[in-house]
């Protein structure tokens, strides 16, 4: 994977989880954030309404990260997504597949325009920048995505110094939390608890960390 599209798949990732909460438009919210493997060089975000766990609830868009050279950025996503959710039904641009059992719309975001940003988001964006300054020293592991499978049962798409490669860990929100976090860089790099990856692209294998 090319190192300057896993960060950007990283730095996305972050600068979406506002709307796990917050509407991205009407009553969708971003429920996952998928890091598509190499050779393609995208994200997949997922949407749907914020109690959307089933993947027939869902939708996956598949936004390219690099368009004419350039680099998309997370506020070029949320204005592309914002489009496509408040455009016409079948917009051009765009190519429909499935992930997952999620339907997968493919776009191409020189045939989109972005809707622009919000008053809101540029008082986040202020906000975040005063309260979470940049840097370049990352947590390890690295969150490259997650997705909502159930309502107690959340993907972790990580890697590391460790795992250079995508491990897609499984925790419960609802569990100990702070414990989790603290053992979770050892836990995911011990082999024996990874498991076959199944019907999940976006990652090498799966770690069941709901018991903890």
């Known amino acids: ?58 939708t996956a868009y598949e936004v390219p990260l690099r368009v004419n050279g350039d680099t998309l950025t997370a506020y070029d996503i949320i204005g592309i997504l914002r489009t496509l959710h408040t ?53 390890d592991p690295r969150l490259r995505g997650f997705l909502f499978l159930e309502r107690d049962r959340l993907r972790l798409y990580v890697d590391g110094r460790v795992t250079p490669w995508v491990i897609a860990a499984d925790v419960r929100p609802s569990g100990a939390v702070t414990a989790l976090l603290a053992a979770l860089p050892s836990l995911i790099t011990e082999e024996e608890r990874r498991t076959p990856r199944g019907a999940d692209p976006h990652c090498s294998s799966v770690v069941d960390l709901t018991g903890w």
């Not at 988001?121 to 947590?139: H, M, S």
């Open 1 to 58: 994977m090319d190192e300057e599209i896993a960060e950007q798949q990283a730095d996305i990732t972050g600068l979406l989880l506002h709307h796990v909460q917050a509407p991205l438009v009407g009553a969708s919210h971003i429920r996952g954030v998928l890091p598509v493997p190499a050779p393609a060089e995208a994200v997949r975000v997922v949407t749907g309404e914020a109690d959307a766990y089933a993947p027939d609830r869902l």
């Open 87 to 139: 455009g016409p039904h079948v917009h051009p641009g765009v190519r429909v597949g499935s992930v997952m059992g999620m339907p997968l719309v493919q776009v191409d975001p020189a045939a989109v325009e972005a809707a622009p940003p919000t008053g809101e988001d540029n008082a986040l964006t202020i906000l975040r920048t005063l309260t979470r300054p940049f840097t370049e020293e990352r947590p």
